[in-house]
């Protein structure tokens, strides 16, 4: 099993609109082989900015890279660069293989 | 839903000692209200160390808190400054709620 995460950093205040932007997003994952589910989860609150990330399971980490290159993935995708007033920056990618 | 992770650096070469350490290990979870899973999961390698985080689901984040403060938590981490020569540094404690 394989948990891919990427870490958001929202700007203070924005925390709302940035959730609203996931509730209303169309992830396309349903049918992906190997996608297990799907969390949007939120951290810890600094002064600069709130933590948040995507949280997703899969079998492996080859069904995760398969549809990181796949047509769901560019149509999951779309329109990423809108919104951008809400994030400090860019994503951070972490990918954890389950060992237990 | 809560999801706690706690974030270990591992000296390089190291990385089989730590999981044996895990997989040894009586967490005393199974009874606990609120818990839902627990895995050891691995990140990346980098040249100083190798990510791993222990990474456990709740129903909420007061079950959690509640079990850091329970007879099970402090069965669990009996010990916890054996082996001390596999990490570096100390865990980083992270913790999620789960918002999609």
Redesign the interface.
């Known amino acids: 099993?394989y948990?891919a995460m990427n870490r958001f950093k929202i700007v203070p205040g924005r925390e709302k609109d940035f959730?609203k932007i996931?509730?209303e997003r169309e992830t396309h994952l349903d049918n992906v082989p190997g996608f297990i589910e799907?969390?949007?989860?939120?951290?810890?609150k600094e002064e600069t900015h709130t933590?948040?990330?995507s949280?997703s399971t899969w079998k492996s980490e080859d069904d995760f890279s398969n549809w990181t290159r796949s047509e769901a993935f560019r149509q999951a995708h779309r329109g990423a660069g809108q919104h951008s007033d809400v994030y400090l920056g860019h994503p951070v990618f972490?990918?954890?293989?389950?060992?237990?």
């Open positions: 099993m948990i959730e996931w509730k799907f969390h949007l989860v939120k951290g810890c933590l948040y990330a949280h972490e990918g954890f293989k389950v060992i237990i």
